[in-house]
Structure formats: structure tokens, C-alpha cells
């Protein structure tokens, strides 16, 4: 072809068609400027700032870190406070586990039976976590001391010895637990049961299943990710919880969030606390890598 | 609940050839939504081995009727019998019936093979034998081979073979369908309809068939119903309500047809005269007078394709009838030239010619006469003008 060479100064015809390519092609990336800017200045620069202290040598007097590469203070945690690792895994575990079996018959109850009032049920569910955190922790404290309302009718009745006690113990932390996280149980499971289609489960009662049979052919087996989610969205910040311990735990069954914020803000470890956090972290991603492989990495975007 | 069938308690059907079982009847059956009937008495008998349709616009009552029969829906009152049994009030996983659900409801989870031995298995069949009859079936619907894809991987077609096939493999006494076509396009739906036919003449099962296309209904059906407000309008083989249609609704609802008002005039053994309000007359054979008929007044019936289209002066036989108007429009479809005719009154009449290659096709504005064999005029008791139009929005 004999076309003229295309000339690039500004007003010829391929300089604006080069100019309306670009205008086309802007927009998508400009929109998602403020959360990309977000995302890298309060997670990807914290994280990145996070893995370099495990990599360095702090001074616990002045709290000044000086890189040092020393890749000894991964190992050397994970040694020194894997019993807190196992006690946490133990007690997000339970607390997970409690959590299914609580939220499933509510989930399954508003996803079928709510009817019309299935936003309303569910807002109930959730009315109690429009409170703090704290607050919650702390009224769990007062329902489970040894003056509360739990332990003085039990005692009162003589259905509990009167030296028994609940606050302090393993078993007030996983009940804080349990209750803290409920929601994040309660609506992937839900999630998962309303999406159901009803005439799936119409063609099960059709194919000679009845209730039991259509609930573990059918129901149950269609619910398996929204368990999964609810599991990990569950557990791993139960796992790295410290508040309940904090408060409902007393000095004994230290879990790790308990060490990992003792290390930074009392101990001025750094290093440390760095390190049992990247640990934590990397238990958390093998979780989330388990649930891709396990379950598909494109109902990880539906439910989490 | 009695699992035997007394022959005794059997209801039969009195029909010309011998006496078939009848495998499903309705009596009275009823069902309300917060006191709207939406199947408002409804009695119906389908034979042994039947290929019968419900048919009707939405909201008729036709999906209703199937639930209520499949089980998941029970009649405010009457009762629903399978083989002579009453079935009434059994659940669904108790009655020797299956159903192809109108979106399919395959399982998701479980791939072709676990779909269709779903019932096998709740069943409790050997293992062997559940593998050689998934493989059967596969056969028949023209799948063979598919027993490991995913059911997401499946085009739409593909997927109501197998939704058929999950229902066949278990071989119920009575095959329900709800609008299993309704999302195939139109080209594979025809291709579906004449397979499903000769699948149903093969295994012998009655089929109860919900649809609101006319068309798919007299193709497949041995008989059919046209419902109206969950009740009855017509009933019989796809012939003869469409050549004899038993009220306006169905003469509109089942093809297409021109309908003229008038009173009858005189009844003279065979034939009865009709004055139509436009002044002519017309003749109706009188067996085909709607049996309700109250009053004088009555619409009279023909269809499109049953006219002749003849230029004015042509002379028409004594045993038809005729009427002169002038044509507006004019379309060529392909297979057949479509007229509307426009009558001195105002009124337009459809005329369908077959493009046989023979006639000159009149063109617009240009005065013709229209006849048609007086055998093949119907005449049905005018509807309730302003009824319908809501139920057909739906």
C-alpha cells in the first residue's frame, strides 16, 4: 500500500484517533486509583514494612530496628511459643466448630422458613454486633463471673460446687469466642442454603429422597462452601484473637494474639512480634490456598 | 396408607375401545390461594400409556394441576387416584410418579450418571443394574457415552435429555413435564417435540404434559385440555378441539380464528342459520352449536386456512359459505400467502391460501369473495367481553 507515512504532530487524524484510544482505555484505571492507592499505602506498604522486621535486629530500650537479615527470628518464635500456637489452633477450633452447629439449624431456619421476614430475622441475629467488641467481651466477663447471673443460679441450686468458676478458664475464652464470631458463621452458611433452588430440592422429593435423604444428598452437599467460608472466615480471626483471652481468659491458656501484641507494645520485641504475625499470616493463606484448591477459587469470591 | 390396589375401588373409563385403566383421575379437585381458586373443580380422566396436555395461558392453572398430581401441592379439596389409588395426600417421594422440571433442577453437585441414578439409588437398586439402566437410558435420549460430564457442561438441550432421562430411568406409571421446552430455541424445540414423542410411544408411559404453546401441544398430544381460570374450556384430541372449538377461548387461544357476532335465526334439522349482525347470513352445522348456548346470540367460527379466496363474480357451491370484502392487506409468508379481508361492517377476516403455485394472489384493495365449506363452521357462545386480558399479562 502507497499510504503517506503517518505524521505524528498534534491535530493530524492519528494523533486523535491514538488520543480517543487512550480516553477509552483511561477510565477503568482512574476509577480504581483511590482504592489501588488504598490498598498499597494501609496494607501493601504495613506488610511489606512488617517483613522487614522480622528481618532485623531491635533494640528493646529505644525500639530502634536495624536491618541486620537475620532469618533466625522465624524459627526461633515458632520454637519458642508453639504451645500458644496450639492452644489458639485448639480454641478457634472449638469456637469454629461450635459456631456451625449453633448457626446451621438458624441459617437453614431463616434461609427456608423465614419467608418475607428473612431481612428482619437476620437483622436480629445481627443487632447484637452493632456493639463493640469490647463491650460484648467485657458483659461476657459480668454474665460469667463468679457474682454473675450464670454461676449464682447454677450454685444456688446446687447444680455447680460453689468453688467452681468459668471465668479464667479455657472454656470462657472459647465461649467469648463462639459468640464474638457467630455472624461471620451464620451468614456464609446462609448464604449458601438461601441460594439453593428450591426445585432441586422439589426434583429430590420427586426421585423417591425423603426429608433425611433430600438434606444429605442434596442440601448438605450444595452447602459444602458456604461451610468452608464460614469455617475460615471463622476461625482465622478467632485464631488471632486476644481480646477474649485478655479478658475472659485470665493468666493461664495464653494465645498467640495474646503474645504477638505483648511482644510489640510491652516486651518492644518487634522482631518478634513481627515474626509470630508473618507465622500467623502464613497459616491463614495455607487455609484460604486449601479452601482454592479444594473448593475452586471462584466461590471464594461468592462467599468471602 | 394401603400400599395394595383393590381392583374393585379401580375407577375405569367407559371408552369405545375396550375399557383402559384409568391411570390418573381428578375429582373436583380444588385449589385455593388465600381463597383465589386457581384450579376451581377440575375432573379429569387420562388414560394408561396417554400423551395428554394441559394447556393454557399463565396463570390458567395448569402448573398447579401438575404440583397437586407430582405431590407438591396439595388440592384444597377433591381427590387426585394413580392406578386406583388415592394419592391425595402422599408425599412426593411415596408415588410411583416422576416429573422434568421446567428449568431441569439437575443436581448441580453430582454429574450425569449420579444425576439420573438418584432415584435408582434412593431406591435401593443393585449396583449392576443401576449402570446398565443409566446406560439404557442414555441410549434412548441420545446421549450415550455421557455418564462422567458435569451437568453445567451441558448445552440446554443436552440438559433436558438428561432431566428426562433422570425421570424415565426410574419408570414411573406417569411422566409429569412442566413446560420442559419453554427454554430451548425454537429450532431445537421442534427437533425436541417429535423426539419426545417417539421416546414416550417407546417406553409406554403416561405422560401429563404442562405447556402454554398451543402448537407443541397438538404436536405431541394424544389428547389435550385448554384451561381458563383453572377450569375446563376444551377437551379432546388436538383435531377435534381445534376443528370444533367448544367456546370462544379456546378458538382464539387454539389457532387462530376469525369470529363473527350474530343470533341464531332458524334451526332446520341438519343446518341452522345464523343472521349475522352485519346482515348476512351464515350456516352452521347444528351438531356443532355450542351445547351451553343461551339465548340467541353466538359468534360464528372459521379458520384462516379453511377459506377460499375467489375473485367476485365466481360462483360458490350451495354447501358453502360465502361472504364478499375487500382485501387490505396482503402478505407473502413463504408458505402461503395472508390476507386480511375487510368485511362492509369493518371487521377484518384472516384468510391463510397455501402457496401451492396455482392462484393469482389478489392484491390490495381489490374485491374478492370469500367461502368455505359449511361443514367446517363453528360456532361457540360469545365470551365475556374485558375477562382475559389480565390473566394473559401475566
Redesign the interface.
Known amino acids: 500500500m502507497d499510504q503517506p507515512l503517518p505524521t505524528d504532530h498534534p491535530g493530524s487524524v492519528d494523533h486523535k484517533r491514538r488520543l480517543t484510544a487512550l480516553r477509552k482505555r483511561l477510565p477503568p484505571y482512574l476509577l480504581s486509583l483511590p482504592a489501588g492507592l488504598w490498598l498499597l499505602l494501609l496494607f501493601i506498604v504495613p506488610l511489606l514494612i512488617m517483613l522487614s522486621i522480622t528481618l532485623k535486629t531491635c533494640s528493646p530500650a529505644s525500639g530502634v530496628c536495624v536491618m541486620t537479615w537475620n532469618w533466625g527470628e522465624l524459627p526461633h518464635v515458632v520454637n519458642l511459643y508453639h504451645p500458644q500456637f496450639i492452644t489458639s489452633l485448639v480454641f478457634a477450633a472449638i469456637a469454629t466448630v461450635i459456631d456451625l452447629v449453633i448457626s446451621f439449624p438458624i441459617a437453614y431456619w431463616i434461609a427456608f422458613y423465614g419467608g418475607r421476614k428473612k431481612n428482619f430475622f437476620l437483622i436480629m441475629l445481627l443487632v447484637p454486633f452493632f456493639v463493640s467488641f469490647i463491650i460484648r467481651t467485657l458483659v461476657w466477663e459480668f454474665i460469667l463471673s463468679n457474682n454473675g447471673i450464670v454461676l449464682t443460679f447454677l450454685k444456688h441450686n446446687h447444680l455447680a460446687p460453689s468453688n467452681f468458676h468459668v471465668l479464667g478458664t479455657g472454656l470462657a475464652v472459647i465461649a467469648g469466642l463462639a459468640y464474638n464470631y457467630l455472624p461471620f458463621t451464620a451468614l456464609p452458611l446462609y448464604v449458601a442454603l438461601e441460594r439453593i433452588d428450591r426445585r432441586v430440592l422439589n426434583a429430590a422429593y420427586d426421585l423417591y429422597a425423603n426429608r433425611r435423604a433430600a438434606f444429605m444428598r442434596v442440601i448438605l452437599p450444595l452447602t459444602i462452601p458456604g461451610i468452608f467460608a464460614a469455617f475460615l472466615l471463622t476461625f482465622i480471626p478467632a485464631f488471632g484473637d486476644y481480646v477474649n483471652q485478655e479478658i475472659l481468659g485470665g493468666t493461664s491458656n495464653t494465645m498467640i494474639g495474646t503474645v504477638i501484641q505483648n511482644l510489640f507494645l510491652i516486651d518492644s520485641d518487634y522482631a518478634g512480634g513481627a515474626s509470630l504475625s508473618v507465622v500467623l499470616l502464613i497459616i491463614s493463606l495455607l487455609g484460604i490456598w486449601l479452601y482454592a484448591r479444594l473448593l475452586g477459587s471462584r466461590t471464594i469470591e461468592e462467599y468471602l | 396408607m394401603t400400599t395394595s390396589v383393590n381392583p374393585i375401588d379401580s375407577p375405569r373409563t367407559t371408552s369405545s375401545e375396550g375399557a383402559p385403566r384409568a391411570n390418573v383421575r381428578l375429582e373436583h379437585v380444588t385449589k385455593k390461594f388465600d381463597d383465589v381458586a386457581a384450579v376451581d373443580d377440575l375432573n379429569l380422566d387420562i388414560d394408561e400409556g396417554e400423551f395428554f396436555s394441559l394447556l393454557g395461558p399463565s396463570g390458567c392453572g395448569k402448573t398447579t394441576t401438575l404440583r397437586m398430581v ?3 401441592e396439595e388440592p384444597t379439596s377433591g381427590k387426585i387416584m394413580l392406578g386406583g389409588r388415592d394419592v391425595t395426600y402422599m ?3 411415596h408415588r410411583d ?3 422434568v ?3 431441569y ?5 453430582l454429574d450425569v450418571f449420579d444425576n439420573i441414578a ?2 435408582l439409588h ?2 435401593k437398586v443393585a449396583k449392576a443394574e443401576i449402570r446398565q439402566r443409566v446406560g439404557r437410558i442414555l441410549e434412548i435420549v441420545d446421549l450415550p457415552g455421557f455418564e462422567k460430564r458435569r451437568v453445567n457442561q451441558l448445552s440446554g438441550g443436552q440438559q433436558q435429555r438428561i432431566a428426562l432421562a ?2 424415565l430411568v ?1 419408570e414411573p406409571t406417569l411422566l409429569l413435564l412442566d413446560e420442559p421446552m419453554s427454554a430451548l430455541d425454537a429450532k431445537l424445540r421442534h427437533q425436541m417435540q417429535i423426539e419426545l414423542k417417539s421416546i414416550q410411544s417407546r417406553v409406554g408411559i403416561t405422560f401429563l404434559y404442562v405447556t402454554h404453546d398451543q402448537e407443541e401441544a397438538m404436536t405431541m398430544s394424544d389428547r389435550l385440555v385448554v384451561m381458563r381460570h383453572g377450569k375446563i374450556e376444551g377437551i379432546g384430541s388436538p383435531k377435534d378441539v381445534y376443528d370444533s372449538p367448544s367456546t370462544e377461548f379456546v378458538a382464539t387461544f387454539l389457532g387462530a380464528s376469525n369470529l363473527l357476532a350474530g343470533e341464531v335465526a332458524s334451526r332446520d334439522g341438519e343446518l341452522t342459520s345464523i343472521l349475522l349482525t352485519t346482515g348476512s347470513t351464515l350456516f352452521v352445522p347444528t351438531s356443532r352449536l355450542p351445547v351451553d348456548l343461551k339465548g340467541k346470540a353466538v359468534k360464528v367460527g372459521v379458520r384462516p386456512e379453511k377459506i377460499s379466496i375467489a375473485p367476485v363474480g365466481a360462483t360458490v357451491a350451495s354447501n358453502r359459505n360465502s361472504l364478499r370484502g375487500r382485501v387490505r392487506v396482503s402478505t407473502f409468508t413463504g408458505v402461503g400467502n395472508q390476507y386480511l379481508v375487510e368485511m362492509p361492517s369493518g371487521t377484518d377476516i384472516t384468510v391463510y391460501a397455501q402457496n401451492i403455485g396455482e392462484e393469482l394472489a389478489p392484491r390490495s384493495g381489490e374485491e374478492v369473495l370469500l367461502s368455505w365449506p359449511v361443514e367446517h363452521t363453528f360456532a361457540v357462545t360469545p365470551m365475556e367481553s374485558g375477562s382475559d386480558s389480565e390473566e394473559l399479562e401475566i
Open positions: 407430582g405431590g407438591f408425599a412426593p417421594y410418579i416422576n416429573t422440571f421446567q428449568s433442577a439437575l443436581f448441580p453437585h438418584f432415584g434412593r431406591k433422570r425421570a426410574n
